[in-house]
């Protein structure tokens, strides 16, 4: 593929979709660290309207950035790979993590997407086009089924599926209902791994109390076994309700089923995929229930832990507003101080983006180029790699320029109806960012009317375009004052001001020979560096 058209299928990705290595799954934090994830709460109690912006507001209550961001894949509502929710999240820094949730809108309604029509493989085509939509989004996932599949509130427990009978299904000696579930996960595991779908991370979600407590429905008899699992995650509630009339303190929940757990499997990493208290319980509230939590937590009580989500969420449980469940971090201001304080700890970490195959981190400009990518600026290859050799092209660099200006890619402005060049029609791959460069007096185009958006990129003209973006325009780059600082860059070049000025910005330097070289061609490496000096960007 050419340099252009690979650019193109990368802008037409987006950052959040550029594949930053090849599929590689969510890895555990490095020791001593934690992840914290979020269920930012939404609008209808399904957990699938979650917004950016009910991210952003926890985010700015508690004062840390999420790891993950936690919702509902609802396939009464459609059977298709969630992408816009996933895109989204991981533009805004943090890992998507979906619960699969096969399910109908009305828990009265017969079940389509029962445990006994996935064993019939009635959706094995819907597994396998949602696994390859999500191998096609590229970035790392968090992938749930069966959510809390111990809980008989959910339609997938054993007590809907044969219960404890031992005759009516696989093996005699295993309880059917729990063993459908277990032949049902693995099913669906195995055909989307067949996909190619490798940044899929798989979590075994269970409540840490079994519902019904009898032996049939233990959560041991649900697992699908180590070689479907990667991590297994757990809910432990506070009061849920304000008219609860008991609870547990997240001690006395973890405790047990930890001991369980480290018995079922020993290796698996941990997280606590959901855990709250409401407001409004006379029982308790929820900072008091949450502060000895989150010392459990941090305190490493638990030593396969590695990250911790929690349940954010207001919904109504009937007419009485009264009644209403809150756990919303910003609306409850001690809970939101108590968690504000116990995150500031470089503990409590994001998951890292994976690097560039091609940029490994002892690279000569591997910080700047990740910076540029985390800044949303930058991309990479569908092949995993970042080209870091590459020569740039004017309408490559017009791209970097309008993402930076502009705050991101999202945010440059669709270009005008008529064109401003002759060579870059309206259906141009780059034509937005070229036209909003243009607007912001960037670029000037040729006495002809033309970009000539394809030609490489010289030194020379990069300063220019750095110039003219922090200067703000061609007219606020100021005259250069004193001697040259290039000898083959004299005052009468064409290109002197904006060399000169780039160069007073700490944006450009010379090479060992004391010159300059504005007409070498600037490479993506070479551009990650003059983008991260010349907007600042944090290393």
Sequence with gaps: MCLGLAFAALLLQGRGLAAVSPLQPVTPPPAGKLYHGIYPGGQSGMEDDITAADVQSYEQTVGKQVAWVYFS??????????LATATWIWQGGAVPFIRLMLREEEDSTPNRFSIENVLA?????????????ARAFANPLLVEFGTECNGSWFPWNGLYHGAGTL?????????DGPERF??????????MRGEGASNITWVFHIDATDDPEVGWNRLENYYPGDAFVDWIGVSAYGPQSPTDQE????????DPFYARLTALAPNKPVIIAEFGCTAGSKL??????ADPAFNDILGGRWPRLIGFSWWNEHWQNDDNPAHDSNMRVQDIPALAALIRTRLATDAVTTVARPDFADVPTDFWAYDQIEAAYTAGIVGGYPDGTYGPTLEVTRDQMAVYIARALAGGDADVPAGPATASFTDVPTDYWAYKYIEYARAQGIIQGFPNGTNQPTLPLDRGQMAVFIARAIAGGDNQVPDHIGPPSFPDVPADYWSYKFVEYAKSQSVTAGYPDGKYHPEYTCTRDMIAVYITRAFDLPM
């Design 73 to 82: 894949d609802n396939w009464y509502a459609g059977k298709k790979f969630p």
């Design 121 to 133: 493989g009635t959706f094995d085509s819907d597994f396998r086009s949602w696994a390859r939509e």
């Design 167 to 175: 005759t009516d299904y696989g093996d005699p000696e295993k309880p």
């Design 182 to 191: 277990v032949a049902a996960f693995q099913r669906i595991v195995t055909l």
């Design 247 to 254: 609870y547990s303190s997240f001690r006395e929940q973890m």
């Design 284 to 289: 308790i509230v929820p900072e008091v229930w």
